[in-house]
């Protein structure tokens, strides 16, 4: 587990800062996952795992199924999510929307948030009768080559942006000179365009197009992304900045407006 500035404070609880990154290292792809495994993805002693995955699955927030040696999230984490979707107004109100966005262009919408040196997937809607790109709520993008991350970059906050370079800890060799200027590009084609589109020849799946809008909703301390994408072949460069772009651009301004928020633009020193 990472040591952070706030880690050193009197009031942080470094033993719910472990057992939340226990949680925090189970993906969509795994297949349950083992102590030794959760010690190397966390690196905490195994011992320490082993205490923090029997208290969580005692508390339901991890649970055994039927294969006895290796966890799986529970009921209780299912519940708390649930409970977190819920009490943001912004969720449901923008799921209508980014549906219709969706259907309209053939292309998989999502919606992400910053998840410390990642982008994490926590929504997505997938057009109707029309195949879509195989990425799932729960993945993990990175910062640099995608459309969600240099979004991300160029909305955040002075203070968040160096949080995101800092936990990122050097991913896909991103440092703070690369990290600012995809901030700077970004934050550029958020003013002249409205949405943002990462080199494709710099992406971090060859198989996949996509172009990113920032959200900032009154619930969040923190911007959100919404995104459309597709693979190459199906969402072109010129499609994406005539077609999808716009339209993608128009339905977070409609969420914008139904919340009651004007346009959301950062105002800060790229």
Known sequence: MKITDESQDRRFATTLARGLSVLRAFRPSDDGL???EISERTGLPKSTVSRLTFTLQSLGYLTH???HDRYRPGPALLALGNVASASISFVELSGPIMQRV????????LLSVRDRGRVLITKTWRPQNVSSIWLEVGHRLPFKGSSSGHAMLAALSE???AEAVADAEGHRGLDEESARAARREAYTQLVTEGFVIADPAAYFASNIHAVSVPFQSRDLSEPVIFTCGAM??????ERMREEVGPKLQAGVRE?????GQGPFLTRHDI
């Open 34 to 36: 083992g102590n030794a």
């Open 65 to 67: 199924a039927r294969r």
């Open 102 to 109: 969706a259907d309209e262009t053939a292309t998989l919408a």
């Open 159 to 161: 203070e968040g942006f």
């Open 232 to 237: 190459p072949k199906d969402l072109s460069i």
């Open 255 to 259: 969420l914008e407006r139904i919340m």
